[in-house]
């Protein structure tokens, strides 16, 4: 493990800065494939792989600690997050850095998935922005027999303040899941999952703050 904790720690430095990437909504190549609810769904083609990329975006009435603290949270994610059955914290490397594993149940004949994810944090304290890169690291911990594990995995999501009780959500994510299931099969299916995970985070960010009165 202590081998696999220093390459987390060059990935990490490696990653861009909020000042090195431009907002979402100004990149080249997205087109809306669906509007529901308020969430905003769009795909684009993806570079040497044959699955799009996905992005929600939506607006929460809440402020960006409140959506931030239901992201951290990883013991409820599996009440949100879509086609999760298991989620766990494997190791908190620091305060903007954590390994979680997660475990999704898959109706047969499709093998159930798994994936090992670095979190990593990242705060603009002069906008209030908060970003969360997360990428998959399908050899950091062994194999789980009778779950495929996610080869490629990459997602991100960005909160920018709208106000001090609304937040903007932008959610992307690129996914291989791995396995023998054909990519225009998974295209089609996959815009449903960011939909769904916007909507449950939304949701969830409800229940919290109602649960904390």
């Known amino acids: 493990m202590k081998m696999v ?10 990653w861009p800065t909020l000042a090195d990437e431009k907002p979402l909504e100004q990149e080249a190549g ?4 669906r509007e529901r609810s308020g969430i905003q769904v769009y795909r684009r083609d993806a570079p040497d792989t044959p699955f799009k990329e996905f992005m ?8 960006v600690e409140a959506v931030l603290a239901v992201l951290q949270d990883v013991e409820i994610g599996v009440e949100w997050v879509e086609n999760v059955e298991q989620m766990r914290l494997l190791e908190q ?9 997660t475990y999704s149940e898959a109706p047969w004949p499709v093998a159930d998935r798994d994936a090992v994810v670095l979190n ?6 002069e906008t209030g922005q ?3 890169e997360q990428k998959g690291l399908p050899e950091a911990i062994e194999p789980v027999k009778g779950a ?10 960005v909160l920018t303040p709208v106000s001090p009780t609304v937040t903007r959500v932008h959610y992307r994510v690129l996914t291989d899941p791995g396995g023998r299931l054909p990519a225009w099969l998974i295209n089609q299916v996959t815009v449903s999952q960011p939909y769904h995970t916007l909507r449950g985070l939304r949701e969830q960010v409800t229940r919290t703050a109602a649960n904390s009165r």
């Open 5 to 14: 904790m220093t390459s987390l720690l060059v990935l990490g430095l490696a």
């Open 30 to 33: 997205w087109q809306k494939a």
């Open 56 to 63: 929600a975006v939506a607006e929460i009435s809440a402020s």
């Open 93 to 101: 490397i620091d305060a903007d850095r954590s390994l979680t594993y």
């Open 120 to 125: 990593h944090y990242i705060h603009d304290t």
């Open 130 to 132: 908060v970003r969360l």
């Open 148 to 157: 495929v594990r996610v080869p490629r995995l990459e997602s991100l999501w």
